[in-house]
């Protein structure tokens, strides 16, 4: 059962608009949410995050936006540049005791194009 | 950029032999975790450390075992490696009162 599901497999956009990534998850007890993109052959990196108890954060170009009734976030690139071409996996928090283990989807891979 | 080094970055192994991938941090961090990443799954928790000989099960640890003897090195270990476990492997280390975690290149492991 994913508890943490990327419905959309692939994206595409324009370099300088918008793009926007979205998240769906259905474990109610999670508390954190965090984005994380990835290039070939690197590990995850870590790009941003939001507390539950928040609906918006911002950092730069990327703005990630929780709403807690439908259990969706979304990620917000603007403007879109060819560097940002990766795959983007969502993951959400459950506190354990004190470990926060994260589950992820499956990941959107984006392309800019020019 | 957070010190962690994964090794071997890249194995081929016979299925039924036994393999061990080791994840080194330089952080002092307390938690590390092992990932697999497959197409179509994302990446799946498979065990995690809380401190030192502190270990627990993830979402998909059958098949995998682990050690954490030093605070810095945390094992991986395929018993008996089976093709299922084809797969790139991910190790992560998280500080106290954070939620990120901050991830190794990765192993690529291959069960022929």
């Known amino acids: 059962d994913q508890q943490v599901k990327q419905n959309s497999p692939s994206l595409s956009v324009q370099e300088g608009r918008i793009s926007i990534l979205n998240c769906d998850y259905t474990n109610s007890m999670f508390d954190y949410f965090l984005w994380y993109k990835k290039y070939p052959a690197e590990g995850p990196t870590f790009l941003i995050s939001i507390s539950s108890i928040k609906d918006k954060n911002e950092d730069g170009r990327?703005?990630?936006?929780?709403?807690?009734?439908?259990?969706?976030?979304?990620?917000?690139?603007?403007?879109?540049q060819p560097g940002d071409s990766a795959v983007y996996f969502c993951a959400a928090s459950a506190r354990t005791g004190t470990a926060s283990k994260l589950t992820f989807g499956t990941g959107t891979r984006l392309q800019v194009t020019l | 950029d957070a010190g962690i080094t994964q090794s071997p970055r890249h194995k081929v192994t016979e299925t039924g032999t036994p393999v061990t991938l080791r994840c080194h941090q330089t952080e002092n961090h307390r938690y590390m975790y092992w990932y697999r990443q497959d197409p179509g799954h994302g990446l799946r928790l498979i065990h995690y450390s809380y401190g030192v000989k502190d270990t627990d099960k993830g979402e998909v640890s059958d098949g995998y075992s682990v050690s954490r003897s030093k605070t810095e090195d945390f094992l991986l270990t395929l018993?008996?490696?089976?093709?299922?476990?084809?797969?790139?492997?991910?190790?992560?280390?998280?500080?106290?009162?954070?939620d990120e975690a901050f991830f190794g290149q990765g192993t690529r492991l291959t069960v022929v």
Request: positive net charge.
């Open chain 2, 79 to 98: 018993e008996s490696a089976t093709s299922s476990q084809t797969s790139v492997y991910f190790c992560a280390i998280q500080g106290g009162g954070t």
């Open chain 1, 62 to 80: 990327f703005t990630v936006f929780l709403n807690k009734s439908a259990k969706h976030l979304s990620l917000h690139i603007v403007p879109s």
